[in-house]
């Protein structure tokens, strides 16, 4: 298993990994398009048969802050690591373009709290809320949880 960034080529692969939670409301769909337009913000986990069994981007909403967004590991490959080593990935992202302070919407608490992620409120990040949950059919009965995590950057500036 490798994690490396995406390129053009991945998106469709992207788009149906992501889409087999979607279809249960686990995740928000990405159209091979919109992951295409984004592809610079997104990493793969790939098998050693060349199949895309994870992903993750990178979504940015300040200088300094951005979103690890649209995690998802095929069911065969869970509980091996790859879901952490995608959001290290994401992470290492962030750094090198300098944002010192990333956070996650999710259904899945105990997996980023493992990571070290804290839970926040997200009228922290009015930039996401403008951006994103304001025209959210959902934002009245929404049931994701807000972690957030700085990353070494910041701790060591
Ligand atoms: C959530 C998901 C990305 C985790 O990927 P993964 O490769 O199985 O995760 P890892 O193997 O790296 O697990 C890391 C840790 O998180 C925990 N964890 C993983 N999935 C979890 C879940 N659903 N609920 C609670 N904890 C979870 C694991 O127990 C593990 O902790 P440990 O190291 O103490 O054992 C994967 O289950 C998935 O794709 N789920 C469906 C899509 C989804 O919900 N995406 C949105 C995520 S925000």
């Known amino acids: 298993m490798i994690i490396r960034r995406a390129i053009t080529a991945d998106a469709e692969s ?5 889409e087999q939670f979607a279809v249960d ?8 398009d919109s992951v295409r337009l984004a592809i610079d913000d997104y990493v ?6 060349g199949e895309i069994v994870g992903c993750g981007a990178l979504k940015e909403y300040s200088p300094s802050v951005a979103e690890v967004a649209a995690i998802a ?4 490959a869970q509980g091996q ?10 992470e290492g992202l962030a ?7 990333v956070f996650a919407l999710t ?3 105990g997996f980023f709290s493992s990571m070290g992620y804290h839970r926040v409120d997200r009228a922290r990040f ?20 807000c972690f957030a995590r700085s990353l070494p950057s910041r701790l060591a500036a």
């Not at 409301?25 to 091979?32: F, G, K, Y």
């Not at 690591?81 to 994401?90: F, M, Q, Y």
């Not at 750094?95 to 302070?101: A, F, L, P, Q, V």
């Not at 994103?132 to 929404?142: N, S, Y």
């Open 126 to 145: 009015p930039e996401k809320i403008r951006r994103d949950c304001l025209g959210c059919a959902r934002r009245f009965a929404c049931n994701e949880i």
């Open 95 to 101: 750094t090198k373009r300098g944002i010192y302070e």
């Open 14 to 18: 992207v788009s149906r990994l992501i």
């Open 44 to 49: 793969v986990a790939v098998a050693l048969t």
């Open 107 to 109: 259904l899945k608490p």
């Open 81 to 90: 690591g790859t879901g952490t080593a995608i959001v290290h990935a994401i």
């Open 73 to 76: 590991v095929s069911p065969a």
């Open 25 to 32: 409301a686990l995740m928000l769909r990405r159209s091979p």
